[in-house]
């Protein structure tokens, strides 16, 4: 009786299946030894965390202070993924207001936040911030002619600052509407002009109609308040608040 010879099982799935089963005790052990940097948890609440200190500076000086802070601004500007010259702004206003209006207890974190959610930090729509902080090219909303999610304000400048002679629109890297900006806007980088498009100015303008507003910020009724006189949105809010939480424990949102 004819027996056919039997094939012979190549040696290589077996190599292979070894090399493989190799590899992956490699990968577990080296993921069992090497420890894993721990996630950082975003804390809920309000007010969100205050983030790294800010050093004392002299805001009395000539010429634009906030530069003061760049050796306070550059290790973190990264991990939050903010402009350093954006993130001196934020800082001095935060020092500016402690000094002048220490009862608000406004945290630099508060208005980073509010500028992430407004302009990306003066980079909305390709705009870039130069070292004086000046946003170019200029950021302008929407009319607000009352459309969908929409206030209705006719002009109330003339057009002179956000360009528009019909009707308003929000301005520069904190977005003011040109009637705010009148009554708030402050030169906050030197040059002896109330800059809406400049994130100096914007950034402390911001946070003096933030104090007048909330009063004591150090409280989640204070800053509740604050936040929504700024834009009367419980959603607009809590994203601000998620942001500034996530810069307050040194991340990114």
Not at 38 to 62: A, H, Q
Not at 105 to 126: D, F, M, N, R, Y
Not at 179 to 199: F, M, R, Y
Request: aromatic share 6%.
């Amino acid at each position: 009786m004819y027996q056919a010879p039997r094939r012979r099982r190549s040696p290589w799935p077996i190599v292979l299946f070894g090399i493989f089963g190799v590899v992956i005790l490699l990968a577990v052990g080296v993921n069992l030894t090497t420890p894993q940097a721990p996630r950082v948890e975003i804390p809920d609440g309000v007010p969100p965390p205050r983030g790294t200190e800010v050093p004392p500076i002299d805001f009395s000086g000539p010429g634009r202070t906030a530069g003061l802070l760049r050796e306070w601004a550059e290790p973190q500007a990264d991990a939050l993924d903010i402009p350093v010259v954006a993130l001196e702004a934020y800082g001095h206003a935060a020092a500016v207001l402690a000094s002048t209006q220490p009862e608000c207890g406004l945290a630099w974190t508060s208005l980073a936040g509010i500028g992430s959610v407004e302009s990306g930090h003066g980079q909305h729509g390709g705009a870039s911030l130069a070292p004086d902080g000046k946003a170019t090219p200029e950021i302008r909303g929407v009319p607000l002619d009352g459309g969908p999610g929409l206030a209705e304000i006719r002009d109330t400048d003339g057009g002179e600052l956000d360009g528009d002679p019909l009707l308003d629109r929000a301005m520069g890297p904190m977005q003011f509407i040109p009637e705010t900006w009148k009554a708030w806007g402050v030169d906050a980088n030197g040059d002896g002009v109330a800059d809406p498009d400049n994130i100096d100015d914007a950034a402390l303008s911001a946070g003096r109609y933030l104090c007048d507003r909330g009063g004591d910020l150090n409280g989640a009724e204070g800053w509740t308040r604050a936040l929504l006189a700024y834009n009367l949105s419980g959603k607009y809010m809590r994203l601000v608040r998620d942001r500034a939480a996530a810069y307050g424990v040194g991340v990114r949102p």
